[in-house]
């Protein structure tokens, strides 16, 4: 049965061009903007963190919280645009400079659990189960810094007690090696699953997959995806791209390497990914060097890629390549990928 993919964004891969090195290039937007944009582009859902939900979330009560948030969701309801997940956004406060769930501060790491069950609260307003736990801060620059032992114990303990407020809600871990830390805790899809089992309810802890930080780990994605797959476990994924081990990219899908990304879309189309309502995000950002007019080329690019290759997976000749894996043939196999490809 030919499958239809549902696709999302998030707010901020709409970025304004900052980068280390120099300030924004486009004029900051509103969020009523890009939701209009996310709209006309087609796309199904957004992604949101916890404060692109309610701004400011940290100088803000329960109540007022609850308040936006709920304007949020009619807002969504009025353009039928859903929300696919909510993310604590455990590394802007000071709150989180020594990593959130594992730092050193017990004030801090009660900072973040406390942020994070309010992250649960707003997904189940806005209507979704999922809750994505991107580590951004937990791992260390002195790798003596922190015990890396109690470090897991540390996410474990943060982890149950988000299971434990809310029953329904799920637990997806983006794993990334690096960036912001030299080294994270949890850097591949491997760690994410494992830990998952130290959970009081490891079913509802599963994983979201990054093209990019697969390549940071010197991994490939589609095999990446396989792998959760393989555990079921696969509950979103942020497709991009990513040249070589430098800093985090986020390149629109397919930008660099054409064939991987064919491989990550064969591999879904194979495993039947988003038939338990997963969507496809881009995790994409624009070139610093992106003029506002060209401003969502990144993610219409992406999703047209996407789509192509899609078409590219339907119609490859799989009878054709048994043939070739048969005879052990992998070099013709390898020429009539790269055939197909390319196209006639
Ligand atoms: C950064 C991550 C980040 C997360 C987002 C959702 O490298 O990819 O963009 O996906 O914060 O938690
Ligand atoms: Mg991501």
Redesign the pocket.
Known sequence: MPQNYKFCF?P?NISEGWDPYGPTTRPPQTFDWKLGELKKLGFDAM?F?DDDAVPDIDSKSESQIRKETRELKKKLDGEGIAAEMV?P?LWFSPNTIDGAYTSNNPKHRQYAIDRSLRTIDIAKILGTDLI???L?REGTYVRESKNPRRSVDLLVEAMDKMLAHDKRIRLAI?P?PN?PMDHAYVPTIGHALAIAQLTQDSKRVGA?I?S??CILAGLDPSDEIAFAMSFDKLWSL?LNDQNGLKY?Q?KPFGSTNLRSAFDQVRVMEQNKYGRNGEYVCF?VHPFRTTKPEHWLAHLDNSRRTFLKLVQKARTYNESKAKQMIAERNYQALDQYVIEHLLGK
């Open positions: 998030g901020w992604m963190h993310a956004r994505v736990l991107w951004a983006e990334k960036e979201l990054e990019a930080h942020h985090d986020d995790d």
